[in-house]
């Protein structure tokens, strides 16, 4: 099973993400040397911007005007230099085949409408041999947002068909098929909500993002009642070549 979010409700979006006190991605990132083209696509508010070091170009991309102009105050503020902002979205990317060195994306695969076209997409874009990076949630204890299983048997081969959502299904057949695995690692992300107040609102953006679907709602709030903050976010840093053909 697989949610697909309608839209994003913007502020809430922003104000989610500023309670989150903890992510490694940041350090996981700031090990890469992000030579020449990078794209970062369903970028939102692009919270990576101040440590994305030694591009040539970065382009940012979103659905979402709204967040593209958010990301284009910070890069302002951080004196940041040649950087595109593209307001299309992922399964349509206005770029010529083989355009980028590096493509990045963090925990948007599976909000975009459709992941296959936008792998597709990155297929077409990236330049031959060119590295892709994929920031995401895993399973644990966000299950209420995304049915998702651990993927630590990638490395070794993962048997397809088990339990496991099918975004995972087809990132696993897509590494053992188009992409060679680099990196992977996982890491938790924490958020810390100012109140259990401010925690259930957020929520119910959740819920009106969703597709309406009372097993969602059920599930939001039987978590909500169990837990208290901070929430740990599983989630995964992988790090792949493309194999073009
Ligand atoms: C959870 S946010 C992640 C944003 C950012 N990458 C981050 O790590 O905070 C998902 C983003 O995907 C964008 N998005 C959703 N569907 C999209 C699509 N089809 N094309 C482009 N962007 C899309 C949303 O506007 C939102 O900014």
């Given at each position: 099973m697989s949610y697909v979010f309608d839209t994003y409700l913007h502020d809430d979006f922003l104000a989610f993400e500023n309670c989150c006190v903890s992510d490694p991605a940041i350090d996981l990132l700031k090990?890469?040397?992000?030579?020449g083209k990078l794209l970062d696509f369903a970028?939102?508010?692009?919270?990576y911007l101040p440590i994305l070091k030694g591009y040539s170009e970065l382009t940012l991309l979103d659905k979402s005007a709204h967040l593209l102009g958010k990301a284009r105050g910070t890069a302002e503020k951080l004196g940041l230099k040649n950087i595109r902002y593209i307001n299309a979205q992922s399964e349509n990317m206005p770029f010529a085949d083989n355009t980028f060195d590096m493509v990045m994306s963090s925990f948007a695969l599976g909000d975009v409408t459709s992941w296959r076209q936008t792998m597709n997409e990155v297929e077409r874009i990236i330049k031959p041999d060119g590295i892709f990076i994929l920031i995401d949630l895993i399973g644990g204890n966000n299950d209420f947002i995304y049915d998702l299983v651990q993927i630590a048997d990638v490395i070794e081969g993962v048997q397809i068909g088990r339990e496991s959502s099918e975004i995972w299904c087809f990132l696993i057949s897509y590494l053992n098929s188009k992409a060679r695995l680099l990196q992977y690692e996982t890491f938790k992300l924490i958020y810390e909500f100012p109140s259990r107040e401010k925690t259930k609102q957020l929520a119910e953006g959740l819920e009106i993002r969703m597709k309406s679907n009372p097993e969602v709602r059920e599930a939001i709030h039987a978590y909500l009642d169990q837990k208290d903050s901070p929430y740990e976010i599983d989630s995964v840093y992988l790090k792949m070549k493309i194999l073009k053909r």
């Open positions: 090990l890469e040397s992000f030579q970028c939102g508010h692009a919270p």
